[in-house]
Protein backbone atom coordinates (compact mmCIF):
# COMPACT_ATOMS: atom_id res chain seq x y z
CA UNK A 1 0.00 0.00 0.00
CA UNK A 2 0.99 3.51 -0.72
CA UNK A 3 2.14 5.27 2.13
CA UNK A 4 1.49 9.38 3.00
CA UNK A 5 3.60 11.41 5.41
CA UNK A 6 2.03 14.85 6.58
CA UNK A 7 4.20 17.42 8.29
CA UNK A 8 3.74 19.05 10.34
CA UNK A 9 1.36 17.11 12.68
CA UNK A 10 0.29 20.52 14.67
CA UNK A 11 0.92 24.12 14.04
CA UNK A 12 -0.20 27.10 15.99
CA UNK A 13 -0.75 30.35 13.69
CA UNK A 14 -2.95 33.77 13.54
CA UNK A 15 -5.34 35.31 11.60
CA UNK A 16 -3.66 36.84 8.32
CA UNK A 17 -0.94 34.18 8.18
CA UNK A 18 0.47 31.88 5.59
CA UNK A 19 0.21 28.42 6.01
CA UNK A 20 1.94 25.89 4.34
CA UNK A 21 1.50 22.25 4.96
CA UNK A 22 3.44 19.26 3.32
CA UNK A 23 1.97 15.75 2.33
CA UNK A 24 4.75 13.01 0.84
CA UNK A 25 4.08 10.09 -0.49
CA UNK A 26 6.04 6.74 -0.50
CA UNK A 27 6.11 6.21 -4.07
CA UNK A 28 5.04 8.46 -7.01
CA UNK A 29 1.51 9.03 -7.37
CA UNK A 30 1.77 11.88 -10.13
CA UNK A 31 -1.13 14.12 -9.04
CA UNK A 32 -3.27 11.80 -7.64
CA UNK A 33 -3.43 13.76 -4.67
CA UNK A 34 -6.60 15.73 -2.39
CA UNK A 35 -6.78 18.14 0.70
CA UNK A 36 -9.59 17.70 2.98
CA UNK A 37 -10.84 19.91 5.34
CA UNK A 38 -12.29 18.42 8.50
CA UNK A 39 -13.75 20.27 11.40
CA UNK A 40 -14.64 19.01 15.27
CA UNK A 41 -17.71 16.30 14.76
CA UNK A 42 -18.36 17.14 11.06
CA UNK A 43 -17.45 14.97 7.59
CA UNK A 44 -14.59 16.31 6.12
CA UNK A 45 -15.02 18.56 3.13
CA UNK A 46 -12.64 18.52 -0.35
CA UNK A 47 -10.79 21.68 -0.52
CA UNK A 48 -8.19 20.94 -3.99
CA UNK A 49 -8.18 17.82 -5.96
CA UNK A 50 -5.54 16.36 -8.61
CA UNK A 51 -2.68 17.88 -6.43
CA UNK A 52 -3.82 21.99 -7.78
CA UNK A 53 -7.32 22.25 -8.73
CA UNK A 54 -9.87 23.81 -6.11
CA UNK A 55 -13.07 22.64 -5.25
CA UNK A 56 -16.20 24.65 -6.68
CA UNK A 57 -16.85 27.16 -3.49
CA UNK A 58 -13.59 26.57 -1.72
CA UNK A 59 -12.35 30.21 -1.00
CA UNK A 60 -9.04 31.27 -3.32
CA UNK A 61 -7.12 31.77 -0.49
CA UNK A 62 -6.73 27.31 -0.41
CA UNK A 63 -4.17 26.44 -3.09
CA UNK A 64 -2.52 23.24 -3.79
CA UNK A 65 0.80 22.05 -5.32
CA UNK A 66 2.95 19.33 -6.04
CA UNK A 67 3.59 15.99 -8.25
CA UNK A 68 5.05 12.93 -7.97
CA UNK A 69 5.95 12.25 -4.06
CA UNK A 70 5.87 15.59 -2.95
CA UNK A 71 2.74 18.21 -2.47
CA UNK A 72 2.01 21.07 -0.66
CA UNK A 73 -1.52 22.81 0.56
CA UNK A 74 -0.95 26.61 1.18
CA UNK A 75 -3.92 28.79 3.01
CA UNK A 76 -2.54 32.51 1.90
CA UNK A 77 -4.39 34.36 4.75
CA UNK A 78 -5.56 32.46 7.61
CA UNK A 79 -9.33 32.91 8.71
CA UNK A 80 -11.32 31.98 11.81
CA UNK A 81 -13.05 29.65 10.49
CA UNK A 82 -9.80 28.11 8.88
CA UNK A 83 -9.15 26.28 12.05
CA UNK A 84 -9.42 22.65 11.60
CA UNK A 85 -7.37 19.64 10.79
CA UNK A 86 -5.92 18.81 7.30
CA UNK A 87 -5.66 15.57 5.52
CA UNK A 88 -4.19 14.58 2.26
CA UNK A 89 -5.24 11.52 0.53
CA UNK A 90 -4.05 9.42 -2.62
CA UNK A 91 -6.17 7.94 -5.15
CA UNK A 92 -3.71 6.82 -7.11
CA UNK A 93 -4.16 3.22 -6.42
CA UNK A 94 -7.97 3.37 -6.49
CA UNK A 95 -9.76 2.42 -4.75
CA UNK A 96 -7.24 1.49 -2.27
CA UNK A 97 -6.86 4.71 -0.99
CA UNK A 98 -4.65 5.83 1.65
CA UNK A 99 -4.72 9.12 4.32
CA UNK A 100 -1.91 11.06 5.19
CA UNK A 101 -2.21 11.19 9.27
CA UNK A 102 -3.75 14.76 9.23
CA UNK A 103 -2.51 18.11 10.54
CA UNK A 104 -4.27 20.46 13.31
CA UNK A 105 -4.07 23.95 12.77
CA UNK A 106 -5.12 25.55 15.98
CA UNK A 107 -5.05 29.62 16.82
CA UNK A 108 -2.04 31.01 18.60
CA UNK B 1 -28.45 19.19 -3.89
CA UNK B 2 -26.30 16.15 -3.23
CA UNK B 3 -27.02 14.03 -0.30
CA UNK B 4 -25.79 10.77 1.57
CA UNK B 5 -27.77 10.10 4.66
CA UNK B 6 -26.26 6.88 6.34
CA UNK B 7 -28.05 4.79 9.10
CA UNK B 8 -27.45 1.53 10.89
CA UNK B 9 -24.77 2.16 13.83
CA UNK B 10 -25.11 1.87 17.37
CA UNK B 11 -23.96 -0.46 19.92
CA UNK B 12 -22.69 -4.38 19.42
CA UNK B 13 -20.90 -7.09 21.06
CA UNK B 14 -17.79 -8.00 19.99
CA UNK B 15 -18.71 -11.07 17.35
CA UNK B 16 -21.68 -9.68 16.88
CA UNK B 17 -22.74 -8.19 13.10
CA UNK B 18 -24.19 -5.14 11.86
CA UNK B 19 -25.45 -3.50 8.35
CA UNK B 20 -24.80 0.42 7.38
CA UNK B 21 -26.83 2.01 5.12
CA UNK B 22 -26.18 4.99 2.80
CA UNK B 23 -28.77 6.80 1.02
CA UNK B 24 -28.34 8.90 -2.12
CA UNK B 25 -30.27 11.73 -3.61
CA UNK B 26 -29.80 14.51 -5.72
CA UNK B 27 -27.30 13.07 -8.36
CA UNK B 28 -27.44 9.83 -10.78
CA UNK B 29 -25.97 7.22 -8.42
CA UNK B 30 -25.35 4.43 -10.88
CA UNK B 31 -22.89 7.15 -12.68
CA UNK B 32 -20.35 7.02 -9.81
CA UNK B 33 -18.41 5.09 -7.51
CA UNK B 34 -19.05 4.71 -3.92
CA UNK B 35 -17.03 4.20 -0.92
CA UNK B 36 -16.46 3.58 2.87
CA UNK B 37 -14.52 5.78 4.91
CA UNK B 38 -14.23 5.66 9.33
CA UNK B 39 -12.94 7.31 11.79
CA UNK B 40 -12.18 5.84 14.68
CA UNK B 41 -12.25 8.56 18.15
CA UNK B 42 -9.74 10.92 18.18
CA UNK B 43 -8.16 9.63 14.73
CA UNK B 44 -7.81 10.26 11.56
CA UNK B 45 -9.27 8.97 8.70
CA UNK B 46 -8.79 5.44 7.24
CA UNK B 47 -10.24 3.63 3.95
CA UNK B 48 -12.73 0.60 4.33
CA UNK B 49 -14.32 -0.30 1.34
CA UNK B 50 -15.11 0.92 -2.40
CA UNK B 51 -17.71 -0.02 -5.00
CA UNK B 52 -17.49 0.72 -8.38
CA UNK B 53 -20.55 2.01 -10.32
CA UNK B 54 -21.71 -1.29 -11.45
CA UNK B 55 -20.55 -3.40 -8.35
CA UNK B 56 -18.19 -5.05 -10.96
CA UNK B 57 -15.23 -4.24 -9.07
CA UNK B 58 -14.63 -3.96 -5.27
CA UNK B 59 -12.14 -3.59 -3.01
CA UNK B 60 -11.19 -3.84 1.04
CA UNK B 61 -8.58 -2.75 3.36
CA UNK B 62 -6.32 -5.54 4.69
CA UNK B 63 -8.29 -4.77 8.48
CA UNK B 64 -11.70 -5.75 7.21
CA UNK B 65 -11.12 -7.69 4.49
CA UNK B 66 -13.05 -10.96 4.84
CA UNK B 67 -15.29 -9.59 7.63
CA UNK B 68 -17.04 -6.88 5.70
CA UNK B 69 -19.36 -6.95 2.42
CA UNK B 70 -19.75 -3.78 0.47
CA UNK B 71 -22.93 -4.04 -2.45
CA UNK B 72 -24.82 -1.27 -3.51
CA UNK B 73 -28.78 -1.21 -4.92
CA UNK B 74 -28.49 1.54 -7.66
CA UNK B 75 -32.78 0.55 -8.17
CA UNK B 76 -32.90 1.71 -4.68
CA UNK B 77 -29.70 4.70 -5.08
CA UNK B 78 -28.25 2.98 -1.47
CA UNK B 79 -25.02 1.66 -0.59
CA UNK B 80 -24.55 -1.03 2.26
CA UNK B 81 -21.80 -1.95 4.60
CA UNK B 82 -22.11 -5.44 6.06
CA UNK B 83 -20.02 -5.73 8.81
CA UNK B 84 -19.64 -9.46 10.50
CA UNK B 85 -17.30 -10.72 13.52
CA UNK B 86 -16.72 -7.22 14.43
CA UNK B 87 -13.95 -6.12 16.77
CA UNK B 88 -13.53 -3.47 19.52
CA UNK B 89 -10.97 -1.79 17.07
CA UNK B 90 -13.65 -1.64 14.65
CA UNK B 91 -15.25 0.90 16.64
CA UNK B 92 -15.53 4.22 14.83
CA UNK B 93 -17.75 6.82 12.36
CA UNK B 94 -18.17 5.44 9.57
CA UNK B 95 -18.71 7.53 6.29
CA UNK B 96 -20.20 6.76 3.10
CA UNK B 97 -18.01 9.09 0.27
CA UNK B 98 -19.49 9.98 -3.46
CA UNK B 99 -16.69 9.06 -5.62
CA UNK B 100 -16.06 12.35 -8.06
CA UNK B 101 -13.46 14.64 -9.72
CA UNK B 102 -13.60 12.73 -12.98
CA UNK B 103 -10.24 11.27 -13.34
CA UNK B 104 -8.55 12.76 -11.07
CA UNK B 105 -10.77 10.70 -8.44
CA UNK B 106 -11.98 12.32 -5.17
CA UNK B 107 -14.64 11.98 -2.28
CA UNK B 108 -16.53 15.54 -3.31
CA UNK B 109 -19.29 14.66 -1.38
CA UNK B 110 -19.84 12.81 2.11
CA UNK B 111 -22.74 12.15 4.65
CA UNK B 112 -23.03 12.97 8.16
CA UNK B 113 -21.25 9.62 9.33
CA UNK B 114 -22.72 7.13 11.38
CA UNK B 115 -21.46 5.47 14.66
CA UNK B 116 -20.27 2.08 15.05
CA UNK B 117 -19.86 1.11 18.72
CA UNK B 118 -18.18 -2.68 19.31
CA UNK B 119 -18.58 -3.38 22.98
CA UNK B 120 -19.21 -5.52 25.27
Known amino acids: DIQMTQSPSSLSASVGDRVTITCRAS??????LNWYQQKPGKAPNLLIY???SLQSGVPSRFSGSGSGTDFTLTISSLQPEDFATYYC??????????FGPGTKVDIK | EVQLVESGGGLVQPGRSLRLSCAAS????????MHWVRQAPGKGLEWVSG????????GYADSVKGRFTISRDNAKNSLYLQMYSLRAEDTALYFC?????????????WGQGTPVTVSS
Open chain 2, 97 to 109: AKVGCSGASCYDH
Open chain 2, 26 to 33: GFIFDDYA
Open chain 2, 51 to 58: ISWDSGSM
Open chain 1, 27 to 32: QSITTY
Open chain 1, 50 to 52: GAS
Open chain 1, 89 to 98: QQTYSTPRVT
